[in-house]
């Protein structure tokens, strides 16, 4: 078995920003962005998948779990193999998936989650203002009428919001949702460089990075030194 994805998970209400953030991301060196939703609407909607999308994504359902980590896991590998997503150099940002606790636990054996990133807005109606300006923006059928805004509101809550209680509270960084994309932003990256410093030494230079042990400063930034034959970052030095 390959080794776990190193994973940030971003976690939050639909219309919460998630993907903006995950996009703005994953053009920072270092970071990698998928987003589940993504990989589903770049489907053929003939093929049988696509079809079974198209059914429950109009309905603001959630696709079954078994072929959704199925395709979520082939689409990973698919990537690595390319050498599009790298592994040992870029730290992965999910969006979207896992979707519920059956999804958490079927991706276990697929990512270690480093932390998770909740986009918090406790004003639900913004957020369902964000859901109908961007199905008209980016014509998307899924968000475009009123009742499937609900019905995915009301499966966040009943099946999604249950992911934050399964894993460690510890992982769990809130970021308040509501600001401008570069707030938010700002707030992202105050949660997430200190994690990619500690476990990707030189994410710039694109060199694999060995996995760092969180303590012990003096001696980790020997053991990569040791291993790279470069000096190790400050930042990297600093833990
Ligand atoms: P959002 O607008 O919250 O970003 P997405 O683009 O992630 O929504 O997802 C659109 C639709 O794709 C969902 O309503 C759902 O039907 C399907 N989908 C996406 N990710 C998953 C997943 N992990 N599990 C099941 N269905 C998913």
């Not at 990537?79 to 998936?97: A, N, W």
């Not at 004003?123 to 199905?135: P, T, V, Y």
């Not at 500690?198 to 060995?210: I, K, L, T, V, Y």
């Amino acid at each position: 078995m390959h080794a776990r994805y190193k994973t940030i998970l971003l976690f939050g209400a639909p219309g919460a920003g998630k993907g903006t953030q995950g996009k703005v991301l994953g053009n920072v060196p270092g970071f990698y962005h998928l987003s589940c939703g993504d990989v589903f609407r770049n489907l053929d909607m003939s093929s049988p998948l696509g079809r079974i999308f198209v059914e429950y994504s109009s309905k603001g359902l959630l696709v079954p779990d078994e072929p959704t980590i199925q395709m979520w896991s082939q689409n990973m590998h698919a990537r690595t193999v390319l050498g599009i997503y790298k592994p040992h150099v870029d730290l992965l940002v999910l969006d979207g998936i896992p979707r519920n606790v059956a999804q958490a636990k079927l991706l276990e054996k697929h990512i270690q989650v480093l932390k998770i990133v909740h986009l918090v807005c406790r004003d639900k109606e913004k957020m369902m203002e964000r859901l109908r300006r961007r199905a008209i923006k980016e014509n998307r059928i899924d968000d475009a009428k009123e009742e499937v805004i609900r019905k995915r509101w009301a499966v966040y809550e009943s099946e999604t919001f249950p992911v934050l209680e399964y894993y460690p509270s510890s992982l769990v960084a809130e970021v308040e949702a509501m600001g401008s994309p570069a707030e938010v932003l700002e707030h992202v990256l105050e949660v997430l460089v200190p994690v990619q410093n500690a476990h990707f030494r030189s994410p710039a230079g694109g060199d694999e990075a060995p996995p760092a042990k969180p303590a012990k400063a003096g001696k980790d930034a020997k053991a990569l030194n040791g291993q790279t034959g470069k000096p190790a970052r400050k930042a990297g030095a600093k833990r």
